[in-house]
């Protein structure tokens, strides 16, 4: 029964070598699933419950699953784009969290969600998580093979090479990287047995802003984050934010930024000043059901520095995550970071990926 907090990923620069298991890297949400009989209850990574927001989720869990179960696996909407190929849409995922009833009920008909599974915990009166993933693996292959969705089993391979293909051709269809599982591992909560290979690029940016960290005060202002933009045609767009910097380097960068502060009038993101919801283009400062009543001010500055950061993908026109700080870019004009420099991964069929094409 909930709650059980599921295992974790660690970060890895290479393929292991070894005894694994590999997947593909699903992006969405991170679910544990509970089947007894008709009952059937769906929990986020913290244990939250998300049973309510996905009932077409539930419905199939009690066709298509084993009569009781425990199952870890990933919550996603699939939408297929105009040369009809299957894709991951996180952003849509992410509007199925929503507090009116009614609202549920409308998105799970217009933008259905599916549930891959990838390890079991538990089947009938069987505990499995004291068993290494092997086992787990042909157990969940006995039980649920055969899905053709919206629940499905996860591919897995042990070819390192065939992973590494995965790596760069399911990108296409939205995946996140691969993940490498040991074979001998038993299924341990909250830790990080697994490890996670994702995908890392890099993108020159506009600097448009900062909001300030959450220790800082009036007489030691400290940086949280960075805001930073591309420029589409002539809009500079908010495509997201670096965040991770230390207690000092936070006290540098908002003395640094000073000479650029400017009138939220006068700079390319004010149109929006006046929006009490979140607009279109997710400009800073701008409220949405997301933020929850938090403070989304920012302090705005001129956009004329160019700043070099890490990112894995995008998702539609901003990053995905959180944006790594890594240099200065002087020798760039802001003017030309646009979206043109940004890698396009090959399309992918995400059909093809869960084998129902």
């Given amino acids: 029964m909930p709650p059980i907090r599921p295992m974790l990923a660690k970060s890895m620069s290479r393929m292991p070598v070894g005894d694994y298991a590999f997947e593909p890297k699903w ?5 544990l699933l509970f089947k007894d009989g008709d009952e059937v209850e769906l929990t986020s990574r913290n244990t939250k419950p998300l049973t309510r927001y996905f009932p077409e989720v539930v419905a199939a869990a009690r066709e298509q699953l084993p009569a009781r179960c425990v199952l870890d696996g990933e919550l996603f909407v699939a939408r297929t784009s105009a040369d009809g190929q299957g894709r991951l849409q996180f952003e849509v995922l992410q509007e199925r969290i929503h507090p009116a009833a009614s609202r549920i009920a409308l998105l799970a008909e217009q933008t259905p969600a599916s549930y891959v599974a990838f390890d079991l915990l538990a089947l009938g009166d069987t505990s499995y998580v004291d068993r290494p993933f092997g086992q787990r693996r042909a157990a969940a292959e006995a039980a649920l093979t055969g899905l053709a969705g919206p629940c ?12 590494a293909e995965w790596f760069t051709t399911f990108e296409g269809a939205g995946l996140d990287g691969v993940i490498a599982k040991p074979l001998e591992a038993p299924y341990t909560e909250n830790a990080r047995v697994m490890g996670k290979l994702k995908h890392e690029r890099t993108a020159d940016v506009v600097v448009a802003g900062y909001r300030e960290h959450k220790t800082s005060t009036e007489q030691r202002p400290l940086l949280g984050s960075l805001l930073l933009g591309l420029y589409d045609g002539d809009t500079l767009q908010h495509v997201g934010v670096s965040a991770s910097f230390t207690a000092a380097r936070r006290a540098e960068l908002i003395d640094e930024l000073q000479p650029l502060v400017c009138d939220l009038a006068d700079h390319p993101w004010g149109a929006w000043s006046d929006w009490a919801v979140a607009n279109p283009d997710r400009v800073p400062g701008t409220q949405s059901r997301w933020s929850q009543g938090k403070d989304l001010s920012f302090t705005p500055l001129r956009p004329e520095r160019v700043l070099e950061v890490k990112y894995d993908h995008m998702e539609g026109r901003r990053f995905r995550h959180t944006a790594q700080f890594k240099r200065w870019r002087p020798d760039r004009e802001p003017a030309s970071c646009g979206y043109d420099q940004l890698e396009e991964p090959q399309t992918y069929d995400l059909a093809r990926i869960l084998g129902t094409s």
């Avoid at 992006?27 to 679910?31: A, E």
């Avoid at 499905?152 to 992973?163: F, K, M």
């Fill in 152 to 163: 499905h089993l996860t591919r897995i391979t042990t070819d390192p090479e065939v992973a």
């Fill in 27 to 31: 992006d969405g949400f991170r679910c």
